[in-house]
């Protein structure tokens, strides 16, 4: 991951991503150091890994320490959704259109391509619906699911919300056997989609101090 990052520090900084999971760090990860970022402005990157699971991480810890690390300066979690696990069965986004964070029209589609590896000799259905607080969002209608084949492969989903004010907090995705009578895959992940009147602030992407 990189990240943007700006400090008045005369001695420079260290930044360092962790993964969480449940509030606490993930178990088995194993990440980079950092190098002394010097003060100003610049760019910071770093990489985690989990070495055994599964392990979903839920979320990742960035703090800014100065340079002996004997102060915190900054400290940021930022949720995710990475789950490390044998691959037989798993969902990935690789775009969202409209982008996210957004405010929305009723009845304007949210458009989803993922793609997929599935397992075995089953084929399987792949639902994307979006939640409110936990729920299913109220008034929204989705797309169904094609019958997608063994293998790995691409495929694309949309929903809406067609009246009343509603805000769409979460994407949930779901992969099922070919009669939906087995769930092979849940994952839910943080989105921020605004559709009618409601009137309230929320938090860009990224984040600039």
């Known amino acids: 991951m990189n990240v943007d990052y700006s400090t008045t520090e005369p001695g420079g900084v260290r930044i360092f991503a962790r993964p969480f999971t449940d509030g606490a760090l993930s178990p088995g990860y194993s990440a980079s150091g950092s190098p002394?970022?010097?003060?100003?402005?610049?760019?910071?990157?770093?990489?985690?890994?989990?070495?055994?699971?599964?392990?979903?991480?839920?979320?990742?810890?960035?703090?800014?320490?100065?340079?002996?690390?004997?102060?915190?300066?900054?400290?940021?979690f930022i949720p995710v959704y990475f789950l490390f696990t044998d691959p037989q069965y798993v969902v990935t986004f690789t775009q969202f259109n409209p982008l996210t964070p957004n405010i929305l029209d009723h009845g304007s589609q949210v458009h989803q391509d993922f793609s997929y590896s599935l397992s075995g000799t089953s084929q399987a259905r792949i639902f994307i619906r979006p939640l409110s607080y936990g729920e299913l969002s109220p008034n929204y209608s989705a797309s169904g699911s094609a019958l997608y084949p063994v293998g790995s492969g691409t495929g694309s989903s949309n929903f809406t919300i067609n009246s009343s004010p509603v805000i769409v907090d979460h994407i949930r995705i779901q992969m099922t056997n070919a009669d939906q009578t087995l769930l092979l895959f849940e994952a839910t992940v943080p989105v921020y989609y605004q559709f009618g009147p409601v009137h309230r602030v929320f938090m860009p992407v990224q984040l600039r101090e």
């Open 36 to 76: 002394l970022y010097p003060a100003g402005t610049g760019t910071a990157s770093g990489t985690f890994t989990i070495n055994s699971g599964p392990v979903l991480v839920d979320q990742i810890r960035i703090q800014m320490t100065n340079a002996d690390q004997s102060v915190l300066l900054n400290e940021t």
